[in-house]
């Protein structure tokens, strides 16, 4: 399976946030849109940035509740590691497992195209090696 039918799945709507907006409006969107991190783009659209909830979290544990007032782009992560449409399942873990990271967002043409989770990635890899099992079971009983 590829990112492109994960994407046709679920859709390919991203939660992107502006770097000057602070670590207070960050919480708020990523509990109202219940999601684990927000990508960080420019005014042109392209992706500078990425904050996750542990970002988040390493900003108040180190700065107290004065995190909450600074801006985004202090604590976001900026070399932000990517992934295409082409890409594959297996791919996307290992990315995510080298990285140890738990977000890929999808980029093509310069283009934010997508956000692949590591949740998305579980949930068809399951559904993948369940239905394996299924036709695993079905020949055995077959013969
Ligand atoms: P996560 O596991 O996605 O919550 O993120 C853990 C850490 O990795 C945080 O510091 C994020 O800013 C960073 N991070 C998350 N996704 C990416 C990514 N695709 N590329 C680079 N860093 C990332």
């Known amino acids: 399976m590829t990112v492109a039918r994960i994407l046709a799945e679920k859709g390919s709507s991203v939660v992107t946030v502006p770097p000057h907006r602070t670590i207070d ?11 684990g991190a927000l990508v960080v783009g420019d ?6 940035g990425i904050l996750s909830e542990r970002d988040v979290m390493r ?5 107290g509740a004065s995190a909450l007032d600074r801006p985004i782009s202090h604590y976001m992560t900026a070399k932000v590691v990517t992934c295409t449409r082409r890409a594959s399942i297996e791919d996307v873990m290992e990315t995510m497992t080298e990285g140890r990271f738990r977000h890929l967002p999808v980029v093509e043409d310069g283009h934010l195209v997508g956000v692949v989770s590591i949740g998305d990635v579980v949930k068809r890899r399951i559904a993948t090696v369940e239905a394996e099992h299924r036709a695993m079971r079905d020949y055995i009983t077959m013969a």
């Open 43 to 48: 005014a042109e659209g392209r992706v500078i």
């Open 59 to 63: 900003a108040l544990a180190s700065e």
């Open 25 to 35: 409006e960050a919480i708020h969107l990523l509990a109202e849109k219940q999601i």
